[in-house]
């Protein structure tokens, strides 16, 4: 499917509705593909109001409290070793939350009892302002 902003915060708005405690969202794109973007827009639906949500780029997981349960937001983009998961609270959150994931692949074999739901992003070439946005659910 092609995506703008507007069906990007539809799509967030209709997994919202769907998600429960332990599901991972795995996100999977180029960098500047829209994986945070969406992961800020499917945040602020989970918690039903518009708040600042930053990027974990540089804190790895950041939290947030939302009328489902505690959602996680990890960025694995700069975990080489599956042993570092445990020490940032992967396991955890995959049975005490809602876990949106960039960059899950290290992670995959911690997710095996988990419901995944994979979004792959990819660039339109020539429009920047659109992605292909495909929806995988396990």
């Not at 990890?74 to 396991?91: A, F, P, T, W």
Request: hydrophobic share 45%; proline share 2%; with cysteine.
């Amino acid at each position: 499917m092609l995506a703008d902003l507007i069906t990007l915060k539809k799509i967030a708005y209709d997994l919202a509705n769907e998600i429960t405690i332990g599901d991972v969202i795995c996100l999977h794109g180029d960098l500047g593909a829209g994986k945070t973007t969406f992961a800020k827009l499917l945040i602020n639906e989970l918690c039903q109001k518009e708040m600042e949500v930053a990027s974990p780029s540089f804190n790895i997981v950041l939290t947030y409290n939302s009328p489902r349960g505690l959602i996680w937001h990890y960025d694995l983009y700069r975990i080489k070793h599956v042993e570092e998961l445990e020490e940032i609270g992967l396991s955890e959150s995959l049975t005490a939350g809602i876990t949106i994931v960039e960059w899950p692949e290290i992670a995959r074999e911690f997710m095996i009892h988990n419901n995944i739901i994979d979004i792959y992003f990819n660039f339109i070439k020539n429009d920047a302002d659109r992605r292909e946005v495909m929806l995988c659910k396990d």
